[in-house]
C-alpha cells in the first residue's frame, strides 16, 4: 500500500510495537521513527510486534521534520493525524485518495503522521503537512490511544485504496 506511518516522538515501546503490527497487517510500505521514538531491535517492541518489526521497513530520522521534508521531496501527500481548525474527518477520506484498481499502481503516494501520546503532533510538523485528518469523537476526553488511532487510520487508508 502506498502509505508511509510516521511516528513523531512516540515514547510508548508498546504503541511503537502496535503500529508495526497493524502496518503489517495492511503492508503499509514503511514507518518512520523519528526523534525520542524507539527503534527495532527493542525487546519492548517484539513484545507487541510480534516480529513485525521485521517485515515493515523503517527508518529513524532525529527529527520528524526532516522525515516530513524527505517525504515530500519524494512527492509524498503528508496527513497529520491531529485535532485542528479545519482539518478533514477520517471519514471522508476516501473522497480524497483515488483507489489502486488491479490494472495499476497509485500515482500518488501518501505519508500519515501520528503524534506524542500526551503533545500529539508537533506545530512545526502540522505546519509541514499538507492537511491534518482527525476521527470524529463523541465521549468526554477526545482522546485515543496512539497505536488504536493508527490501526483505525491505517484501515480507513486500507479501504479508500485498496477495498473501494
Not at 508495526?20 to 513484545?47: M, Q, W
Not at 507487541?48 to 527508518?59: H, P, Y
Request: hydrophobic content about 40%; proline content about 4%; some cysteine.
Amino acid at each position: 500500500m502506498p502509505l508511509i506511518v510516521v511516528l513523531d516522538d512516540v515514547r510508548s515501546l508498546h504503541n511503537v510495537g502496535s503500529v508495526f503490527r497493524s502496518s503489517d497487517a495492511f503492508r503499509v510500505k514503511s514507518i518512520y521513527l523519528c526523534g525520542i521514538t524507539a527503534t527495532p531491535p527493542n525487546a519492548e517492541i517484539h513484545k507487541t510486534a510480534l516480529g513485525a518489526e521485521d517485515s515493515v521497513d523503517w527508518q529513524y530520522f532525529p527529527t520528524t521534520e526532516e522525515a516530513i521534508e524527505q517525504l515530500k521531496a519524494n512527492g509524498y501527500y503528508v496527513y497529520s493525524v491531529e485535532q485542528v481548525e479545519g482539518s478533514t474527518k477520517l471519514q471522508t477520506l476516501s473522497q480524497q485518495v483515488a483507489p489502486i484498481t488491479s490494472e495499476q499502481t497509485s500515482e500518488k503516494r501518501y505519508a500519515v503522521v501520528l503524534g506524542n501520546e500526551v503533545k500529539g503532533v508537533k506545530q512545526s510538523v502540522v505546519d509541514l503537512s499538507d492537511n491534518c485528518l482527525e476521527i470524529p469523537q463523541f465521549g468526554t476526553k477526545h482522546s485515543l490511544n496512539v497505536s488504536v488511532t493508527a490501526g483505525i487510520v491505517i484501515w480507513e487508508f486500507a479501504h479508500a485504496l485498496l477495498l473501494e
